[in-house]
């Protein structure tokens, strides 16, 4: 899958996608990541890209001329624009499975300052928010949708730790435990140490539904 990102601190991306799983899956090609500085597209002396707002008020807004432009130099007829907004769709689990069910070629375009330009909302496919707070740019926005979506991507991660993970079923994923087997008294359930597959996987399972019932209820309905 190729990813889009344009921003104007391409080294914030840049340090995130150059470590652990995300750099392997690009190594063996799974992922592609192409980094494109918004300011390049300006057509504006001195690298200009924001302006003051109309109307008067605070800070800076992103022009359009710009993004349109860096937009439309890596856009074709298959690929899904998104800007990172704090009034976006809320992203989650479903919505990342369902743009790696559509698209091969995701464009996700990082804010600052007090955001967009409202007319070029009409140059893309919509607005995706990761919550209800806000940040001072998209760059952070972009990377959990990148690292989201990858999980997805077949052989990013491992298949069995994929279909465990929390949301798949609505549910959360079982506890985990690691050695030692006594931590300060506090111990490993009997049950993982029996070597009973049969046993243990029947416990996982209740053990899910347990964790989901206590931690996110709202998940059952
Ligand atoms: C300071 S915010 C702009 C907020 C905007 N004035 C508002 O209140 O809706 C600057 C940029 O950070 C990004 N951003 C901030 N919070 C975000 C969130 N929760 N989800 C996605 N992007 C966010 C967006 O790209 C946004 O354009």
Not at 2 to 23: G, W
Not at 52 to 62: D, H, I, R, S
Not at 76 to 105: C, M, R, W
Request: charged share 30%.
């Amino acid at each position: 899958m190729r990813f889009d990102i344009l921003t104007l601190f391409p080294k914030v991306i840049e340090a995130y996608i150059n470590e652990s799983i995300i750099k392997r899956a690009i190594n063996n090609k799974l992922l592609e990541i192409n980094i494109i500085n918004i300011r390049d597209y300006t057509l504006l002396k001195n690298g200009q890209v924001d302006d003051t707002p109309y109307g008067g008020g605070a800070g800076m807004v992103l022009m359009c001329e710009p993004v349109v432009r860096a937009i439309e130099a890596v856009k074709d007829e298959e690929s899904l624009v998104y800007l990172l907004t704090p009034q976006g769709k809320i992203f989650s689990d479903k919505l990342a499975n369902d743009i790696v069910k559509k698209t091969k070629h995701l464009i996700l375009v990082c804010g600052h300052y007090e955001g967009f330009d409202e007319r070029i909302l009409n140059f893309v496919d919509g607005e995706i928010s990761i919550g209800d707070y806000v940040l001072t740019g998209g760059e952070l926005p972009a990377m959990v949708v990148v690292d989201a979506l990858a999980r997805f991507i077949p052989g990013v991660i491992k298949e069995d730790s994929f279909m465990n993970d929390s949301f798949k079923n609505n549910l959360l994923d079982y506890p985990m435990y690691t050695k030692p087997r006594d931590f300060r008294g506090y111990l490993v359930p009997d049950i993982l140490l029996s070597g009973d597959h049969a046993k243990i996987e029947a416990y996982r399972e209740e053990e899910k539904i347990r964790v989901t019932k206590e931690k996110r209820p709202d998940l059952l309905k």
